[in-house]
Nanobody, 121 residues
C-alpha cells in the first residue's frame, strides 16, 4: 500500500519562508510526475507546481519566482520551497504523485493528507 506523508507546514509571517516535504512509502516501481496543489478556504483545489520524471517543472503564475519544486528520486520525496510568502498563499497543501505500484499496474494518482500553511502577521 502506497502512502504519502507530508511535513513542513505551519504559521509564518508575510515575506517568510517554509519548506514542504512529501515522502512516499510502500511498493513503488516508478514515480512519474510529482506535484503540489493547494486549497484555500472556500476555493477549489489548484495546482501550485509540478515536476516531471525528467525534471521539468511548471508553476502556477501566482507562485512563479517565489516557489521552487524539487525531487529526490532516491528518497521518493518531493519538496516545495516557498519564499516571499503572502497571505493569499494560505491554504492546505497537498502533494500528488503519479506512480506505478507494481510491474503490471498502470499509473495511479496518490494524494497526501494535506498540510496547513498560514501566512499572517
Amino acid at each position: 500500500q502506497v502512502q504519502l506523508v507530508e511535513s513542513g507546514g505551519g504559521l509564518v509571517q508575510p515575506g517568510g519562508s517554509l519548506r514542504l516535504s512529501c515522502a512516499a512509502s510502500g511498493t513503488i516501481i516508478k514515480i512519474n510526475d510529482m506535484g503540489w496543489h493547494r486549497q484555500a478556504p472556500g476555493k477549489q483545489r489548484e495546482l501550485v507546481a509540478v515536476i516531471t520524471g525528467g525534471g521539468s517543472t511548471n508553476y502556477a503564475d501566482s507562485v512563479k519566482g517565489r516557489f521552487t519544486i524539487s525531487r529526490d528520486n532516491a528518497k521518493n520525496t518531493v519538496y516545495l520551497q516557498m519564499n516571499s510568502l503572502k497571505p493569499e498563499d494560505k491554504g492546505v497543501y497537498y502533494c500528488y504523485f503519479s506512480l506505478r505500484p507494481s510491474l503490471t499496474a498502470p499509473l495511479y494518482g496518490y494524494w497526501g493528507q494535506g498540510t496547513q500553511v498560514t501566512v499572517s502577521s
